[in-house]
């Protein structure tokens, strides 16, 4: 902006004084000026979109989405990305070196996740993405090795809802699995009970979504390994905060490849990798996996064609962004953040126990702080908390809401502002529950209770369509 802003001063005055003794040179700066001042224009315009909006996410409002934003990191992303904006991962004979980024960021994260020798993955857009293409592998691993025609994969409720997308979209029977009420871990003998001579897939979350709890992978491991079914973790949220946790001093349960029977591990580097959004990686314990994984199509008259992901054409500079990513943190750099985001979650979980009126769900494992209310609509704490700027996640079966805590939620003051704010609303909803019943506490309410679940989904297009709403002037 600056840079932009101080070559603009300098070609106006150059325009507009020198204009009667231009020299030729001087004439394609004219025309240097016209786009400089159509770049800066363009990035005004850029900045008051950017501007809108009612949170102030960068001051750590906001649960989970921005996972840290120092202004060291953001300008290496942005300087990576601009060198790579143009790169195709696609056309690896062009850009052998994103090649190499992205076979090298596997590697990382097959090391990081125990992986032997033989284990291997690929980079993808997104934690859907990864989840989507595991769920695919092993419909066709089912069907290919096993004879399995109609597969279906057995899921914990809390697992996330991207199992469910690649279900529908894979045309695979999804069959979902209780959890302990207490834990919000899966409950392991439901899941046996749950497994049939169909069934493809086993999946467990390290940790899940919604409570933050880490369900039994060596239990699901060793389900996998009895009835001969590959396991999935997914660890698409805390991927990157579990693999340094030892070393950050922390006990973390057994999650990664060194448990018998995990065949697939799931980790979004654009969450706790701190990478900008659009890249995750799927690893697998050994080939055999991940060739299912792959598409390939012999007679298209536009060539043979293959793929990894579900790209066509991929962002080279978001592949590259997140290899600078790994290499600017390096272990140091991730057990130092792991180290900061665990003790704050922690303490934040410690500090909202102490509250009346209000619960912890689950175990808060790893960065998730699951807040409910045995007293009260829980949703109404969520309304009062946005009033005062913070933008939590609502969860449904059971009502509750979370923080999800990332490094802006590390800095000094916030999570004491944070604790203060919950202690302060939840006792004023206390003394004067009438006056919390209204609001999207009410809407959430009902969508939950709404018997007739397709309404609900009707409702959720309505969200969906406004999302594409032009504002007529
Ligand atoms: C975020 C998340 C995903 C999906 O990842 P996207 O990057 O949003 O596509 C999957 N599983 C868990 C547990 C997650 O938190």
Request: proline share 5%; with cysteine; aromatic share 10%.
């Amino acid at each position: 902006m600056e840079l932009i802003r101080d070559k603009l001063e300098l070609l106006r005055v150059l325009l507009n004084e020198q204009c009667s003794n231009l020299e030729p040179w001087q004439i394609v700066s004219r025309t240097a000026a016209i786009t400089l001042i159509a770049s800066y224009v363009y990035s005004q315009a850029t900045h008051k979109y950017l501007d809108v909006g009612e949170f102030h996410w960068s001051e750590g409002t906001q649960s989970g989405t921005v996972y840290n934003c120092n202004d060291d990191l953001t300008q290496l992303m942005t300087e990576v990305y601009g060198m790579a904006a143009w790169t195709n991962p696609l056309h690896p004979d062009s850009f052998p070196g994103l090649r190499q980024m992205e076979a090298e960021v596997v590697r990382i994260a097959c090391r990081l996740f125990q992986g032997g020798p033989d284990s291997c993955g690929t980079v993808t857009s997104g934690g859907t993405e990864s989840i989507v293409l595991a769920c695919k592998a092993y419909r066709d691993y089912a069907r290919n090795i096993k004879g399995i025609e109609n597969p279906v994969m057995v899921v914990p409720v809390t697992a996330h809802a991207a199992f469910d997308k690649a279900a529908d979209l894979l045309d695979i029977t999804i069959k979902h699995v209780p959890v302990d009420p207490i834990t919000q871990r899966v409950d392991i003998k439901a899941m046996r009970r749950a497994i049939s001579g169909r069934t493809c897939l086993l999946v467990g979350s390290s940790p899940q979504f919604p409570h933050g709890s880490i369900d039994d992978i060596t239990a699901i491991g060793k389900l996998g390994l009895d009835y001969d079914i590959p396991v999935h973790v997914d660890a698409c949220l805390g991927g990157f905060l579990v693999v340094f946790m030892k070393q950050a001093g922390f006990n973390i349960r057994p999650f990664d490849f060194s448990v018998p029977g995990v065949c697939s591990i799931s980790a979004d580097t654009h969450k706790y990798g701190y990478a900008p959004k659009g890249s995750s990686v799927i690893l697998y314990s050994k080939p055999v996996f991940r060739h299912y994984q792959w598409f390939t199509c012999p007679d298209w008259p536009g060539g043979v064609y293959a793929t990894a992901t579900i790209g066509g054409s991929r962002a080279g500079g978001i592949i590259a962004a997140c290899w600078a990513a790994l290499m600017y943190h390096g272990m140091d750099g991730y057990v130092e953040c792991t180290k900061k985001v665990i003790t704050t979650t922690r303490y934040i979980a410690e500090e909202i126990r102490k509250i009346k009126g209000i619960k912890v769900m689950g175990v808060p494992e790893v960065s998730v702080v699951a807040i409910g209310s045995d007293d009260f609509n829980i949703y109404a704490l969520s309304d009062a908390m946005k009033k005062r700027g913070w933008n939590l996640n609502a969860l449904q079966f059971p009502a509750c809401l979370h923080l999800c805590c990332t490094m802006l939620h590390t800095k000094e003051g916030v999570a004491n502002r944070f604790i203060q704010d919950v202690k302060e609303l939840t006792g004023e909803i206390l003394a004067n529950p009438e006056e919390h019943k209204g609001g999207s506490a009410a809407i959430y309410g009902m969508a939950q209770s709404l018997p007739d679940r397709n309404l609900v989904n009707e409702i959720t297009w309505i969200y969906l369509d406004s999302l594409y709403a032009i504002k007529k002037k």
